[in-house]
């Protein structure tokens, strides 16, 4: 009924052979081969193969009752599409509960508040994960009331499923994870770690179809380096995504920047340590 994807061994990865996942994800689908390339490639697959994550897949459909094993049912007040039965969805949860413990469910529903990077770093802390795709028209609102522990969404637009969704949700908290990517700091300056879009990236060739990479870049000087990727980044958050500034407000630092000026120098309070007292 389950499908596990754990391969161990990747080289340059010292883990113990019977250690744990740092990142244990369930995942309760109708189509657990959708994730097959997903889980198999670029640094989630490399991770899957490390037993750093571990992915497992369990279909409802396989605690179906009756010949056809129907899942779905029409909706009670009428209305076009199938809602999914909670019977199956209920003996899924349940049967992986009882075989591998306790998870962190999660319904994925275009009704559900909305995935952001921070709701990344707490899934990432919970450490085991179980994500629930909705199908169809949705999910029997009992599901939600008695099996989720949150209900999440990737976006205001729909899907058919929520395949799509858990996938985006693996990566985005998978790489949170100590060992998935090549360089820890790398999800330190990238977009929304700090409430602000990421600073713009060049690489070589110097100049392409007419376009130089800033000067700054190429100074060797890091200070300035780092004053110009804060600048960019301020810039383009205000430019691209002016809601973030209602959740993270502008510093008086970041409104100086933005304006030109130099940021104030903050005087250390005057007192025995302070500078009017004595060293």
Not at 241 to 268: H, N, T, V, Y
Request: aromatic share 6%; proline share 8%; charged share 30%.
């Amino acid at each position: 009924m389950s499908k596990e994807s754990v391969v161990r061994g990747v080289p340059g990865v010292r883990r113990a052979h019977d250690a744990p996942p740092i990142l244990d994800v369930e995942l309760i689908t109708l189509f657990p081969d959708i994730f097959d390339s997903f889980l198999r490639t670029s640094l989630l697959g490399k991770a899957v193969e490390a037993g750093i994550v571990r992915i497992t897949r369990t279909n409802p459909r396989d605690f179906a009752r009756g010949r056809h094993r129907q899942v779905d049912d029409s909706c009670y007040g009428g209305g076009p599409g199938m809602v999914l039965r909670p019977e199956p969805l209920a003996a899924a949860i349940e049967t992986v509960q009882g075989e591998r413990g306790r998870a962190h469910r999660v319904l994925l529903a275009p009704s559900g508040r909305l995935f952001d990077q921070a709701t990344a770093f707490a899934f990432a802390r919970r450490g085991r994960l179980m994500l629930i795709c909705g199908r169809y028209e949705g999910v029997d609102e009992r599901i939600a009331d008695l099996f989720a522990d949150d209900i999440v969404s990737i976006g205001d637009y729909v899907l058919a499923g929520g395949e799509l969704a858990a996938a985006v949700i693996i990566e985005a908290v998978a790489r949170l994870v100590p060992g998935v990517l090549g360089c820890e700091a790398s999800t330190v300056d990238e977009s929304f770690s700090a409430g602000r879009l990421e600073y713009p990236q060049w690489t070589r060739p110097p100049e392409f179809l007419g376009r130089s990479v800033p000067e700054v870049l190429r100074s060797g000087n890091h200070a300035e380096v780092a004053t110009w990727r804060r600048l960019e980044s301020l810039r383009r958050t205000v430019a691209r995504r002016p809601d973030l500034l209602l959740r993270c407000p502008l510093s008086e630092d970041e409104q100086a920047l933005l304006e030109g000026r130099k940021p104030k120098r903050r005087r250390k309070p005057s007192g025995p340590d302070g500078p009017d007292g004595p060293r």
